[in-house]
């Protein structure tokens, strides 16, 4: 798919300096998300024109180090605006994930000149969009794409799935192995000759993130948008568990979505149970047990998930990084993980039980809540949170190091 004029022209987003303009950004443009965030849903219709709003926004920007002109904010800042925007569009929230892991990369690997050409980009508003997964596989790191040095340039074949984000990119990173299995990522610029994006996403949740197909024959890519992506978990790093906590992040929005609309449908719309003797379902006992229940459920795992954050702050000012730092953020990432899974899929199976039969009909579409949760909780189960965390603090071991950790 080539750039749309519109995009192509677009190219000059907002620089956000720090990180309460940050904050303030993301608290405005939620506002603007959340409206027609389920009819979007409900239709499927692509946020072609909500997803420049989010990316001049400046907020795809706010990861930019402040050496190279970005606001360089903190992990409890960015993990506070992907709540914020993933509770007023799930979809939406999600679609940054994968762009912020790729900023990491190129603080991590980059050339000095890949740098300041790629952050320069993406402060201008340049999205990266995915291609790290595959279907068919053993499992997600079992890669069949090819990423070959041919002169000065690479050669990028493979099928790639699950690539979120990349319909909507300017630029596609496509993960694959060279001759010797070390991994790469080739930045692809959107409109490459012998790249496809086919919009085949049917997932019964996160609808509108149009993470389908990408087909790459003989994509030829220049040596300077190519980057050694092995070093991240050849060497200790944070990558890993960045992704892992902007995925918690997300799914604590979900949750504080979902806990939002029980509270309005229970006052508004919801009757007390003929046995509870109350005039309105908002004194039901029962139901206030359960609301007071799903309440210490979500602040327990946004607890979490910033006490992770925190510790990632202090580790990324260290002057190194150590194998026990980054075991001390995967599991501190892989607890709160647990936490913001549970709640999000909780609230939204809580938010029928206590709303009633009216709370189904598809007017409302409030199912897109548990259908968001349970489908973006898929891309690592939480069973193995459970053994990670239990097999570090009893046995001492260290997670593997990869983007699931």
């Keep these: ?97 994968n762009h912020f892991g790729l900023v990491d990369v190129i603080a991590l690997t980059g050339t000095e000149e890949q740098k300041r050409f790629f952050f320069g980009e993406v402060l201008a508003g340049k999205r990266f969009g995915n ?41 596609v990173p496509v993960l694959g192995l060279d001759a010797d299995g070390r991994g790469w990522l080739a930045w692809i610029p959107q409109g490459t000759p012998g790249l496809a994006i086919t919009d085949d996403w049917s997932g019964f949740g996160q609808r509108t993130t ?96 910033e006490r992770a954050a925190r510790l990632f702050d202090a580790i990324a000012a260290q002057d190194a990084i150590s194998e026990d730092d980054v075991a001390r953020a995967s599991v501190a990432v892989g607890e709160a993980k647990v936490l913001t899974t549970e709640a999000a899929l909780l609230a939204g199976e809580k938010l029928f039980e206590l709303s009633g ?6 007017a409302h579409n409030l199912d897109r809540h548990w259908r968001n949760a349970r489908t973006h909780t898929l891309h690592d189960p939480v069973r193995w949170k459970y053994h990670l965390v239990g097999n570090y603090y009893l046995n001492g071991k260290k997670p593997a190091r990869h983007a699931w950790n």
């Design 1 to 97: 798919m080539a750039e749309t004029g519109d995009q192509a022209a677009r190219t000059t987003a907002r620089v956000i300096a720090d990180d309460n303009e940050a904050l303030d950004a993301a608290r405005e443009l939620a506002v603007r998300l959340a409206e027609g965030a389920a009819q979007r849903d409900r239709e499927r219709r692509l946020p072609r024109e909500e997803i420049e709003w989010y990316s001049q926004s400046g907020l795809w920007g706010i990861t930019v180090p402040k050496a190279y002109g970005g606001a360089g904010v903190s992990f409890v800042t960015l993990t506070e605006v992907f709540k914020l925007i993933s509770a007023a569009d799930s979809s939406l929230g999600q679609l940054p994930q």
């Design 131 to 171: 291609g790290f997964s595959e279907k068919g596989t053993k499992h997600v790191l079992d890669l069949k794409t090819r990423v070959l040095r041919d002169g000065d340039d690479y050669v990028v074949n493979g099928t790639k799935f699950y690539s979120t984000g990349a319909l909507f990119a300017h630029y």
């Design 210 to 305: 149009a993470s389908g197909t990408i087909t790459l024959d003989n994509v030829r890519v220049s040596a300077s948008h190519v980057f050694p992506a092995h070093r991240v978990s050849d060497l200790p790093t944070l990558n890993g568990p960045v992704s892992q906590i902007l995925q918690a992040a997300i799914d604590a929005g979900i949750a504080r979505a979902a806990v939002d609309d029980t509270l309005t449908f229970v006052r508004e719309r919801a009757r007390p149970w003929v046995d509870s003797g109350v005039e309105r379902a908002s004194e039901d006992p029962l139901t206030l047990r359960e609301i007071g229940h799903l309440h210490i459920q979500l602040h327990a795992a946004e607890a979490l998930l």
């Design 357 to 362: 039969t009216q709370s189904t009909l598809a």
